[in-house]
C-alpha cells in the first residue's frame, strides 16, 4: 500500500521535524503513506455534539459540545484561581477544569452558548467525570474566513489522537499531505474493482479523510477494506500455492495395521465427530502434497485421539510420526497419555511390525544424556515410529529414519522457520497438523491460519457433564457472595473438591508499583490476591474445611505436592491464581470461584470453567464480581454464564477486544496491518477477498502483471513477516 516512492517520503520533510518526531513516537507514523493511513476514528457532524454520556474513564477523547456555563472560583485565601466551565451535548454534562495562569484565555473564549471540540484525559473529580486543562478549537459561526478554514467540511473527522497531538493538529497534518493521495498505487486488479463497484485508492483516500457526506465515508471504508483483506489473502493464496507445488510421500494406513489394532483395543467408540475429523485427516495424508491442516476443538474434545491415529496411520504406511509441545511438562503429559492409550502397542520392536507395534520415544531438552543418545538413536534407525518432544525436536543433532507426519499442539504458534526446520527432517516435506484448544472463528482462522485448511471437533466425549454458571454481584448483592461460600460448602460436604481463583498472588513481588489501568483507579483497589483470600476464606465462611494455596512463585516441588493431595482428595478446597488454566485434570472437582472476574478476558475465563465438570457430577462455576449492573465488564461476564460454546464466547471476545490483539499484537496502540477490517463484522469482505485471492494466484502465481499488488504485497510482507504469516 505504501510501497510507493511519493508516499515513502519521511513526513518531517512535510511537516517539519517537531510534529514528524511526536508522529513516530506516539504515533508510529513515519512516512507520508503511513499518515494517509491514520484514519480517523469516527466523525462529528458540525451540528451534532458528541454523547458526553458514556465518556470512558482514562482515555483521550475528543468532544464536540456547548458551553453551558463558566465561573471563576478563588481558593487558598484568593491566592489561587479556578475556572469551572460545564459543557452539554444535551444527553449529559462535563466539567472541564483550568488553573493558575491557564484561566485567562478560556475565561475569554468560553462564554456560554460558544461550540468547539475539547481534548482532554477523562478523569473523575468527586464522582464527577471531568476534563483538566483541556486542549479546544472553537467552532465559529459561518463567517468569511470559515469558509475558507480548514473546518468548513459538514463532517469533522476526529483522529485517534495521543496527549502530545490533538485531533485536530493531526487533521491540519493530513490537509498538508493528502495532495500526495494522488500518487498512491492501486493494488486492486482493476478488473477485481470494477466487479466489486469499488472507487480507487486515491479517491478512497481523499474520501476518508474529507467526506462531504456520509455516503462518502462508506464508499471509502468499503474500499479500503477490500485492499486490507485482499492484500493479505493473497499472501495467504502464494503460501497455500507454494505448497500445492510441493511433492510428500502419501501415507495410508495398511488394513490389520497397528492402527486397527489400536481401534480393536479402544474401551470406548469415537464421537461422530472425531470420526469425521479423521476422515478429513486421511484423505490428506493418501496425497501426494503435504497436508496442512488446523485442528480446533474444545479442551477434552478428543483433539489427543484424532492426532493419535493420524500417527499411527502414518507408522502403518512406514513412516515416522512427530509430536511437538511447547513446554516439556507438556510434552511429558501427552508422552504419558499417548503410552498409556497404546498400552502393549507402544513398546514395539520394529517399524511397520504391526504384530508387535512400534517404540514411542520422548525427546526433550533436560533429558540425561543417556536416555537422549538411546531416543536419538531409536529416531535414526527407524526403531521410533513415534517421538513426543519440545523443540529440542528441531535441533541439528535430531535425525529421522523416514518423518511423514508433524503434529504441532498450539499454545506456541510455531513460527514458519521452525516449521521448516522440521520440515527439511523429512526425505521430502512431511504431513502437518496443527492442533489448537482456542476456539477460533471462521474469518480469523481465515486471517490468522489463511495458510491451513480446518477442522473443528464440537462435541464432548460420553462422561463430560454440563456446568452451570451464574454471575454473583457482589456489591450490589453481598449475600449472594455469602450463598456462593454456602454452595462451595455443600459441594465439599457432597464429597467434592472446589476451586477459587484469584487474579494476583499478593507477596511482596506482587506488592511493586504497576502502572495502574483505568479500571484499578476507578475502584481505587488492587485486585483480589491468593494470599488474602485463602486466610479470609479459612478464618470466615469456610473455616473447618482444608484450604490450600497454589500460584506460580512457589517452588516447583510444593506446587507438584499440593496437586498430588489435591487429585488425591485430601485438599477441599484449593486457592489458586491461573496457574490451574492448563492441564490440570481432577474429575471429582466440581466446583469453581473466580473472584474479580472481570478482571480476566473471556477466553480465559472459558479455559478455567474447563477444570471443573471433567467427571460425572455436574459442575459449578460462580464469577464474583463488583462491577455496576451497566458496565461492559458485566454484560462480558453475564455472556460467558449463559453459553458454554467456546466459538461463541471467541466471537463476543473479539467484538470486545480490538482485532489487533487477536492477529497477534498484544501491545495495544501498534498499528497492525489491518486498520479498517474488522475481522468479525467484515466476515463477507475476508470470505469474498478468499476466493477473488485464490482466483488471482491461480492465473498469475507470481503476479506479473500486477505490479500495483506486488508492491503492496511486499511492503506488507516486510511489516508483517515476523508477526504475521508465521502462525500456522
Request: aromatic share 4%; charged share 25%; proline share 6%.
Amino acid at each position: 500500500m505504501d510501497g510507493v516512492p511519493a508516499l515513502d517520503e519521511p513526513l518531517k520533510n512535510a511537516l517539519g521535524a517537531a510534529t514528524a518526531k511526536v508522529m513516530a513516537e506516539h504515533l508510529d507514523l513515519h512516512t507520508l503513506g503511513d499518515l494517509l493511513h491514520h484514519y480517523p476514528r469516527r466523525y462529528a457532524e458540525r451540528g451534532e455534539l458528541t454523547s458526553l454520556a458514556e465518556l470512558p474513564l482514562d482515555e483521550h477523547v475528543t468532544v464536540v459540545a456547548r458551553v453551558a456555563d463558566a465561573r471563576v472560583l478563588t481558593f487558598n485565601q484568593g491566592r489561587g484561581r479556578r475556572l469551572e466551565v460545564t459543557i452539554t451535548d444535551g444527553s449529559g454534562r462535563l466539567q472541564l477544569v483550568f488553573f493558575g495562569k491557564g484561566v485567562h484565555k478560556p475565561h475569554k473564549d468560553l462564554l456560554p452558548g460558544t461550540r468547539a471540540m475539547f481534548a482532554g484525559k477523562v478523569s473523575m473529580f468527586n464522582r464527577r467525570l471531568q476534563l483538566a486543562h483541556p486542549a479546544y478549537e472553537l467552532l465559529r459561526g459561518d463567517d468569511g474566513e470559515e469558509a475558507v478554514d480548514s473546518w468548513a467540511g459538514a463532517l469533522i473527522p476526529i483522529y485517534p489522537a495521543t496527549t502530545k497531538l490533538e485531533s485536530w493538529k493531526i487533521a491540519k497534518a493530513v490537509d498538508a499531505v493528502l495532495p500526495s493521495a494522488r500518487e498512491a498505487v492501486d493494488p486492486l486488479p482493476p478488473a477485481l474493482r470494477e466487479g466489486r463497484g469499488l472507487t480507487d485508492l486515491p479517491d478512497a483516500l481523499h474520501r476518508i479523510h474529507r467526506p462531504r457526506t456520509k455516503a462518502d465515508i462508506e464508499a471509502a471504508r468499503q474500499r479500503l477494506k477490500w485492499d486490507e483483506a485482499f492484500v493479505l489473502q493473497v499472501a495467504l493464496a502464494r503460501r497455500r500455492f507454494a505448497d500445492t507445488q510441493l511433492p510428500a510421500v502419501a501415507r495410508r494406513p495398511v488394513p490389520d495395521g497397528l492402527l486397527d489394532a489400536f481401534d480393536a483395543k479402544l474401551p470406548f467408540t469415537l464421537t461422530e465427530g472425531q470420526r469425521s475429523v479423521s476422515k478429513e485427516i486421511f484423505d490428506d495424508l493418501a496425497t501426494e502434497h503435504p497436508m496442512h491442516r488446523l485442528l480446533q476443538g474444545e479442551v477434552g474434545s478428543g483433539k489427543t485421539m484424532v492426532a493419535l491415529r493420524a500417527m499411527l496411520a502414518v507408522v502403518d504406511a512406514g513412516g515416522q510420526a512427530a509430536m511437538l509441545a511447547p513446554t516439556e511438562v507438556l510434552a511429558q503429559q501427552h508422552h504419558r497419555s499417548i503410552t498409556e492409550m497404546m498400552g502393549d502397542l507402544a513398546e514395539g520392536g520394529m517399524l511397520g511390525g504391526s504384530d508387535q507395534g512400534t517404540k514411542v520415544v520422548l525427546l526433550t531438552g533436560s533429558m540425561g544424556a543417556p536416555a537422549r543418545r538411546q531416543a536419538l538413536l531409536d529416531l535414526v534407525t527407524g526403531e521410533a515410529g513415534i517421538v513426543i518432544g519440545t523443540h529440542a525436536l528441531i535441533e541439528d543433532k535430531v535425525q529421522f529414519h523416514d518423518l511423514g507426519l508433524v503434529v504441532v499442539d498450539e499454545q506456541h504458534r510455531f513460527g514458519v522457520e521452525q516449521r521448516d526446520a522440521l520440515r527439511s527432517k523429512g526425505k521430502q516435506p512431511p504431513h502437518l497438523l496443527v492442533m489448537t484448544a482456542t476456539p477460533i472463528p471462521r474469518t480469523v482462522a481465515m486471517t490468522v491460519f489463511g495458510d491451513l485448511e480446518t477442522s473443528v471437533l464440537d462435541q464432548l466425549p460420553a462422561g463430560r457433564s454440563p456446568i452451570a454458571s451464574h454471575v454473583v454481584p457482589a456489591a450490589d448483592k453481598p449475600h449472594f457472595l455469602a450463598r456462593a461460600w454456602e454452595r462451595v460448602r455443600e459441594e465439599v460436604e457432597g464429597g467434592h473438591q472446589a476451586y477459587v481463583v484469584c487474579p494476583r498472588i499478593g507477596d511482596a513481588e506482587d506488592e511493586k508499583p504497576k502502572k495502574k489501568s483505568a479500571e484499578d483507579e476507578a475502584e481505587k483497589r488492587p485486585p483480589l490476591a491468593v494470599l488474602e483470600v485463602a486466610e479470609q476464606l479459612t478464618r470466615g465462611p469456610l473455616a473447618g474445611l482444608r484450604v490450600e494455596i497454589l500460584h506460580g512463585r512457589m517452588a516447583p516441588d510444593d506446587k507438584d505436592d499440593v496437586m498430588r493431595r489435591f487429585a488425591a482428595g485430601d485438599v477441599d478446597v484449593l486457592v489458586a491464581t491461573t496457574v490451574i488454566e492448563v492441564g490440570v485434570n481432577v474429575p471429582n472437582a466440581t466446583a469453581m470461584v473466580i473472584m474479580d472476574a472481570d478482571r480476566f478476558g473471556v477466553s480465559q475465563l472459558h479455559q478455567l470453567r474447563g477444570r471443573v465438570g471433567r467427571g460425572s457430577a455436574p459442575g459449578l462455576c460462580l464469577l464474583v464480581t463488583e462491577m455496576p449492573e451497566a458496565s461492559p465488564a458485566r454484560v462480558r461476564l453475564g455472556a460467558v454464564a449463559a453459553t458454554l460454546d467456546g466459538f461463541e464466547l471467541s466471537r463476543i471476545d473479539l467484538e470486545q477486544r480490538r482485532e489487533g490483539d487477536v492477529l497477534g499484537q498484544a501491545q495495544s496502540g501498534v498499528r497492525s496491518s489491518l486498520r479498517m477490517l474488522a475481522v468479525i463484522e467484515d466476515e463477507e469482505v475476508i470470505a469474498a477477498a478468499r476466493e477473488e485471492a485464490a482466483a488471482v494466484v491461480q492465473a498469475d502465481p507470481d503476479l506479473e502483471h500486477l505490479p500495483g499488488l506486488r508492491i503492496a504485497l511486499d511492503a506488507l510482507l516486510d511489516k508483517e513477516r515476523e508477526q504475521y504469516l508465521d502462525k500456522g
